[in-house]
């Protein structure tokens, strides 16, 4: 399998994350348990290209306005140096007892990166002082990943932190963004093609794929003349190819197939 993992991942990549270690250690002091690591790292599959750094912390107590404003400048510039980081925050109580979708401290990711820097820019304190509780539907698969085969570079052991997730709650952590694939278009769907077949294989399989996994396990499972289409997609995955010309009708097909599949009642229901 292409991609790297925590034990092979470039220098500079290691070097981000000693950073961002170092930044937490001294942001959140004694109220720091522990940073993990979860995503493609920990299934051999990071490209430094086009993978997040996809981490989760964990504190002893909540944290307020000037701790989160104090994150969100640090991550700001600790941010593709060199690779993008998709983080959240969670204090040990949203963890325990269990809930989903799951309360959260902080987030911080490339999608909220320009409204995080208007924030800088404006000094504005207040954006970070809310007083309702945050959740977030994706936590259940982290934790799940976190379970399987994080890794702890920071802190407390994942088996002593972190709950065991309800198989159901996982199911409809992930099951979610069917929504948001259907609407994609382009080299966007080309490469949403490998999540939907993670949804399906893990649907079919009970196992956490990587994006190359799943293209594999599903290439001969998919109709025989859009094959090409996920050969492709597995090599833009893996910075071997640029996206082919795609007739926009059998990109749809084909995402419309896995769906289907994905919704279909599995054999043992």
């Not at 990587?210 to 995955?237: C, F, M, T």
Request: aromatic share 12%; hydrophobic share 40%; with cysteine.
């Amino acid at each position: 399998m292409s991609g790297y993992n925590w034990g092979n991942c470039p220098s500079e990549i290691k070097k981000q994350i000693i950073m961002v270690t170092d930044f937490l250690s001294h942001a959140l002091g004694e109220n720091l348990i522990g940073i993990y690591l979860h995503g493609s790292m920990c299934l051999g599959s990071f490209q430094p290209s086009r993978s997040d750094l996809d981490i989760m912390v964990i504190t002893q107590t909540s944290i307020n306005a000037s701790q989160r404003f104090h994150l969100m400048n640090g991550f700001l510039a600790l941010h593709k140096k060199p690779s993008p980081i998709e983080l959240s925050v969670l204090c040990i109580s949203d963890l325990n007892p269990w809930r989903h979708p799951t309360p959260y401290e902080f987030h911080f990711s490339e999608y909220w990166r320009p409204k995080f820097e208007v924030i800088a820019r404006e000094n504005d304190l207040a954006f970070w002082d809310f007083k309702e509780v945050c959740t977030d539907g994706d936590i259940a698969c982290h934790v799940t990943l976190i379970n399987q085969s994080g890794i702890c570079i920071y802190g407390r052991a994942i088996n002593e932190v972190f709950p065991p997730v309800p198989e159901e709650h996982f199911w409809d952590s992930i099951y979610w963004g069917i929504d948001y694939f259907s609407k994609l278009e382009g080299e966007l769907l080309v490469t949403g093609i490998l999540t939907l077949l993670r949804i399906w294989s893990y649907k079919e399989n009970k196992a956490i794929y990587s994006k190359e996994e799943a293209g594999r396990w599903g290439i001969d499972l998919v109709p025989s003349q859009y094959r090409h289409i996920v050969e492709n997609a597995i090599e833009i995955h893996n910075d071997q190819a640029q996206i082919k010309n795609f007739l926009p009708s059998d990109l749809d097909r084909l995402r419309n197939y896995i769906i289907n599949q994905i919704n279909e009642p599995s054999a043992s229901n």
